[in-house]
C-alpha cells in the first residue's frame, strides 16, 4: 500500500528562506498525499510522484535525507523557490513542511519525455528543439534576474513534454545567490523568439 504523507498547517514566517523549521513558511492547509512511485534519487534527497488526498492531484514530494549535512541546501532551495515564484519553466513550490529530521518538499508532478530515449529516437525536430532552448533560456534568464544560479543545468533537470512542448527546469539544490544580472540566455531566448516569429510559430503556447 502506498505511504502517506501528512501536512498541518503552520504560520507563515513572512519572506525569506529563514525560520528554524528551513521551510522559508509555505504552508499546505492540513493536506495529506499518497507516495506512488519513486521517479528520482540523488545524494541528499528521493523524489517521489504522489496524490494529494483532498482532489487527486499529481504531485512531486523531494524528500530531504541526510539533513544534518543539508540544512544550509535546503533553506537556500526552499527560499529561491519561493523568490523565483511566476515563471512558467521553473519548477513552482506548492508545500514544505518539517518533521523530525525528515523535510518534504512538494512540488507540481510534470508529465515529460525521457530526454535520452526523445534524443536516440530522432524526436527533437527544429520545432521541439526550439521549444526546449526556448523554455530553458527563459528559465535561465529569469533565475539569473532574480539573483541565482542553477549550478546544475543537465537534461534531468531540464524536462520537457513532446505533448505540450513545455519545458520546465527543476532541482535547485545546488542553486547559489549572486547579484541580480541581465545574462546571456535572455538575449538566446528573446533571439530565438524573434526567428519563430519570423518563422510564422507563435510563441504564446506554453513553449
Known amino acids: 500500500m502506498p505511504g502517506a504523507v501528512s501536512r498541518k498547517r503552520k504560520a507563515p514566517s513572512g519572506g525569506g528562506a529563514s525560520g528554524s ?6 504552508i499546505e492547509a492540513g493536506e495529506t498525499y499518497d507516495l506512488l512511485s519513486v521517479i528520482g534519487e540523488g545524494t541528499f534527497s528521493v523524489v517521489h510522484k504522489a496524490r494529494r488526498h483532498s482532489d487527486s492531484t499529481l ?3 523531494k524528500r530531504l535525507k541526510k539533513l544534518e549535512q543539508a540544512a544550509t541546501r535546503i533553506r537556500d532551495e526552499v527560499g529561491c523557490l519561493r523568490a523565483l515564484a511566476g515563471c512558467d519553466h521553473v519548477v ?8 523530525g529530521t525528515q523535510i518534504d518538499i512538494v512540488m507540481p508532478y510534470f508529465e515529460h519525455d525521457d530526454f535520452s530515449a526523445a534524443l536516440s529516437a530522432g524526436r527533437f525536430d527544429g520545432l521541439h528543439t526550439r521549444r526546449y532552448t526556448r523554455g530553458l533560456f527563459a528559465a535561465l534568464a529569469h533565475i539569473h534576474e532574480r539573483g ?3 549550478r546544475d543545468i543537465k537534461p534531468t533537470n531540464v524536462l520537457y513534454s513532446f505533448r505540450t512542448q513545455h519545458t520546465l527546469v527543476v532541482d535547485f539544490g545546488l542553486v547559489q545567490a549572486c547579484a541580480p544580472q541581465i545574462t546571456a540566455a535572455a538575449a538566446a531566448a528573446a533571439a530565438i523568439d524573434a526567428a519563430a516569429a519570423a518563422s510564422g510559430e507563435s510563441s504564446s503556447s506554453s513553449s
Open 21 to 26: 523549521d528551513g521551510c522559508g513558511g509555505v
Open 148 to 150: 541565482f544560479i542553477h
Open 59 to 61: 504531485v512531486a514530494i
Open 92 to 99: 513552482q513550490l506548492l508545500d514544505c513542511r518539517k518533521q
